[in-house]
């Protein structure tokens, strides 16, 4: 079982695990895009937190979601984040993102960070957790080296995937 939260590079990963071998597994989801990608792969079951719709971000927020994912045991958690950095940690710019998070991390035997290099920068307003309890941060190789440097002298495991050819991408 797997929480996969909401982002545009979490959505990435779906579309690997769409199309890879892993299969009869469980993902669960607060994320509305993300369940639309795995709607017709019918050995993935599906799980859907329910809460508040985020409109832009498609994402559903608030009690009821957070309640679902804290409820739930994962083996691993994916989490999305809109920054990241040594001093602040994992950040997102809505409260109740932030809440979901955390209850997704904390629910999780393993939990990973996923995010493109270009949010290694600045910070948004919410703290997600520390950095320190993420098992790794999966990100880009686009990552400058000396950011790869600080976060390797801080203890960070970082993870870096390999651009993929076109002729692996996954269609839409």
């Known amino acids: 079982t797997v929480y996969v939260d909401a ?7 779906v579309r690997l695990i769409r199309c890879g071998c ?18 017709d792969v019918p050995d993935l079951e599906v799980i859907l937190t329910g809460g508040r719709l985020r409109h832009g971000v498609v ?29 602040h940690g994992p950040t997102t710019p809505d409260l109740q993102e932030a809440e979901i998070k955390r209850a997704a991390s904390g629910s999780s ?28 941060v999966i990100t880009d190789s686009a990552l400058p080296p000396d950011v790869r440097r600080a976060f390797a ?3 960070i495991s970082l993870i870096l995937a390999e651009p993929r050819s076109e002729k692996t991408k996954p269609s839409l």
């Open 153 to 155: 002298e801080a203890g």
């Open 59 to 87: 994402s559903c927020v608030g009690p009821i979601a957070t309640s679902s994912v804290g409820s739930l045991v994962f083996d691993k958690a994916f989490i999305g984040v809109n920054h990241l950095t040594l001093k």
């Open 109 to 136: 035997e393993k939990s990973y960070l996923l995010c493109d290099s270009t949010k290694f920068c600045g910070a948004s307003m919410t703290k997600i957790a520390p950095l320190e309890s993420f098992d790794g």
């Open 22 to 39: 892993k299969r009869n597994i469980s993902v669960v989801t607060n994320a509305l895009n993300i369940a639309v990608e795995l709607l």
């Open 7 to 13: 982002g545009t590079t979490t959505l990435e990963l």
